[in-house]
């Protein structure tokens, strides 16, 4: 079955320093993967994806995440966190069946000046 | 229009109310989504249709019933909730399978009194 295990609950990082939110897989083949960002009362929003194409992956707001097989891991990142970027992330993966998104538990990134 | 479109963004409802979530998207997507979101956790699904028709309920209780008149409007019928039912409802559609991601909409926040 395909599963999501997001490493950090909460990662907090000082503004204008690099943001690192972890991410590993299990799943029999590769998967699709993504990324998603909820701010604070709102919706989530798709930071970005993975579908078997470039292993590094860029996305909004100058997020990329890189899908590595020997690791099973999809880690976020970002070379230097704005206030803004302050809010819940998620790491998402199809079930087996293709019919739903299941969620990891979610990562809280907490921005300082 | 790229977006999912949902109201009311906040809802509070006795327990002997009636009241519906409504969703709309114009994407021409065929698959739609009830997530229930509670405080500080993951989306959890309740609800898939595709091609305007059930393919999935979670287990939901009967106390939520959805309908999907057609295939740009999903809705959520409330009856008899309770108050462990108060969260963040978030709507989802998607083109086709879910390896290709979703877009969400923002939410109804519902609180049950």
């Known amino acids: 079955a395909q599963s999501v295990t997001q490493l950090d609950s909460h990662v907090s990082v000082s503004e204008g320093t690099p943001v690192l939110l972890r991410c590993n897989y299990s799943?029999?083949?590769?998967?699709?993967l993504f990324w998603y960002v909820q701010h604070p009362n709102k919706g989530l929003q798709l930071l970005l994806k993975y579908t078997s194409a470039a292993t590094l992956v860029k996305g909004i707001n100058g997020f990329e995440a890189e899908f590595k097989k020997s690791e099973t891991s999809f880690h976020l990142t970002k070379p230097s966190a704005h206030m803004s970027d302050a809010a819940e992330y998620f790491c998402v993966v199809p079930n087996q069946a293709g019919t739903a998104l299941i969620f990891g538990k979610g990562t809280t990134l907490s921005v300082s000046s | 229009d790229t977006e999912v479109t949902q109201t009311p963004k906040h809802l509070v409802m006795g327990m002997t109310n009636k009241k519906s979530l409504k969703c709309e998207q114009h994407?021409?997507?065929?698959?739609m989504y009830w997530y229930k979101q509670k405080a500080k956790k993951p989306p959890e699904l309740m609800f898939v249709?595709?091609?305007?028709?059930?393919?999935i309920n979670e287990s939901v209780p009967s106390r939520f019933s959805p309908e999907c008149p057609n295939s740009s409007l999903l809705n959520l019928h409330l009856h008899a909730l309770q108050p462990e039912d108060s969260a963040l409802y978030l709507c989802a559609s998607s083109g086709g399978r879910a390896v290709y991601g979703y877009t969400f909409g923002s939410g109804t926040r519902l609180t049950v009194v």
């Open positions: 249709y595709s091609y305007e028709k059930l393919s």
């Open positions: 994407m021409g997507h065929r698959a």
């Open positions: 799943s029999s083949y590769s998967p699709s």
